[in-house]
């Protein structure tokens, strides 16, 4: 028995260890530069609570839940903003850097003559993804606190939440990239990426939108992750947020498979 299982532990913290050396590998890549991209990438969905939620909020005023609490408006804006800037944290890394590395730098190529794998690689860059996502929640939520929106408490299992939707949308974003020809097929993402920050229930609630486009917008993975924080953020604990919380981990999983799958065909030919 111990022949068996121990083969396997330490070949997993190999594959632990090379994914890792691709996440210090980014590390030590950094240029100043790069803080302005993340700075900016704090700035935007604090931008957009304090001149929406905040600015016209004070002429929305209140909204109902569906569970009929009744919330102010930057309350319901600011975890959507937490949950599509940790959308767009992860895509950001997961595809454009992606794709410069992997098809006109031709770093995984490199990567790939050392013992490093290519699921290893993706599973790599998905973590450095996280870090870049995780510093935009930390402080989204520490402002979120700050302007009274909510607890510390809740704030900290929002994180946890953030997290998870970072994780999903990198993993997907990573498959989708792998599929991406030229810079131009990415046009099309961020159309998408921009309708998903309208209308997954960011600024309105979704039981506003005709039955039918209801039932769109309420499958699409953003809608899963805004419902799934501002649960959290407001203090509602449902089973409905297992169902995102499951959701979002096929996500993860699928992404993270089809990207590595990709990559072992792009790479190793």
Known sequence: MVTLVLPR????????????????????????????????????????????????????????????R????????APAMLASSAMSGALAETTFNFFGKMKYMRLYDGMLATPVRPIEVASGELAWAMIRGNMYAAA?????????????????VAFAAAALVGFAFGAAGMALATFMRSWQDFDLMVTVQFALFL?????????????????LV???????SVHLIRGIT?????????????????????????AGRRMERLLCR
């Not at 994914?19 to 790069?34: C, F, P, Q």
């Not at 989204?140 to 900290?156: C, E, I, K, Y």
């Not at 960011?202 to 209801?214: C, E, I, K, S």
């Open 9 to 68: 532990l330490v070949s997993f913290e190999g594959a632990g260890r090379r994914s890792a050396s691709v996440v210090e590998r980014n590390v030590a890549a950094l240029r100043t530069a790069y803080w302005v991209v993340l700075l900016s990438g704090f700035l935007e969905p604090v931008l957009y609570l304090l001149s929406i939620g905040v600015g016209v909020g004070a002429l929305v005023g209140d909204l109902t839940l569906p569970d009929g």
């Open 140 to 156: 989204f939520l520490v402002v979120m606190v700050v302007m009274g929106l909510t607890s510390a408490g809740l704030a900290l």
């Open 70 to 77: 009744v919330v102010g408006y930057a309350a319901f804006v």
């Open 218 to 224: 309420e499958v699409t993975p953003l809608y899963r």
């Open 234 to 258: 407001t203090g509602v604990f449902e089973p409905s947020q297992l169902a995102d919380v499951a959701y979002l981990l096929v996500l993860l999983g699928v992404g993270l498979a089809v």
């Open 199 to 215: 209308f997954s229930g960011t600024f309105v609630p979704a039981q506003a939108y005709p039955t039918v486009l209801r039932w």
